[in-house]
């Protein structure tokens, strides 16, 4: 769905260059050719339709709400979640839209500079915070361990 706008500025450059090449096409032949050009244009587009649409049809994939569930049924209450663009958008659309789990933060490291990681990890730890992460590699520092918890594929974060 994030690539949406970036189909639709496409398809605006495709229309125009399919513009140009009609132009172009007519030019070139008697205009009797020209309206089968446009049905050939149109027929190799909704072929292309069919046929691949069922690589692209994902309405039937419920792994990313399933692995969102899983993760928040397994943090304890008051629980900071340090993700990636992967899982806390699932989060937080089940905490804030289905209100599932509100006692549980989300930290998305996406938005969080490199630099300022381990001055969040003091944060949370400061204020007694659990925390879990799916980015273990993300968070790596001195003085700070992790424990795969396999019921949710993630890590506890321990920090000494």
Not at 18 to 29: E, L, S
Not at 77 to 104: C, F, K, M, N
Request: aromatic share 10%.
């Amino acid at each position: 769905l994030m690539l949406v706008p970036t189909y639709l500025i496409w398809g605006l450059w495709v229309a125009c260059g399919t513009a140009a090449a009609g132009r172009q096409f007519a030019r070139w032949t008697p205009e009797a050719l020209v309206p089968r050009g446009a049905v050939v244009l149109l027929v190799l587009s909704a072929a292309n339709l069919i046929m691949n649409f069922g690589y692209a049809d994902i309405s039937n994939d419920w792994s990313a709400r399933l692995r969102g569930e899983a993760i928040l049924r397994r943090l304890p209450p008051g629980t900071v979640y340090i993700g990636s663009h992967a899982d806390v958008p699932i989060l937080d659309y089940l905490r804030l839209v289905e209100h599932q789990r509100p006692d549980v933060e989300t930290v998305n490291l996406f938005f969080v500079p490199a630099a300022s990681r381990a001055q969040l990890l003091a944060e949370h730890r400061r204020r007694g915070h659990l925390m879990y992460t799916s980015q273990p590699d993300l968070l790596s520092q001195d003085g700070v361990a992790f424990a795969f918890d396999a019921e949710c594929e993630c890590y506890r974060i321990d920090c000494s």
